[in-house]
């Protein structure tokens, strides 16, 4: 995991509680904002694996042009 990884799955925690307490307590604008922010953290997590995917592809194929 990459530190985008990692704070996209921080992100994503946070929205998640922020739109379970929103609900809890009946605030539609913490929920909204929950849900965003879970949606946020969803999106730099997949670009963070997807940068990871690409380094690791770069890397194999100079390992494979060494040969």
Same mark, same amino acid.
């Given at each position: 995991?990459?530190?985008? %990884?990692? +704070? !996209?799955?921080?992100? %994503?925690? +946070? !929205?998640?509680?922020? %739109?379970?307490? !929103?609900?809890a307590t009946a605030n539609p604008s913490l929920e909204d904002e929950g849900a965003s922010e879970r949606t946020h953290g969803v999106v730099e997590g997949k670009l963070g694996e997807a940068r990871r995917k690409v380094g690791e592809a770069?890397?194999?194929?100079?390992?494979?042009i060494k040969k």
């Open positions: 995991m990459n530190k985008d %990884e990692m +704070k !996209g799955k921080a992100h %994503e925690l +946070k !929205g998640r509680l922020k %739109e379970a307490v !929103g609900v770069i890397k194999d194929l100079g390992t494979a």
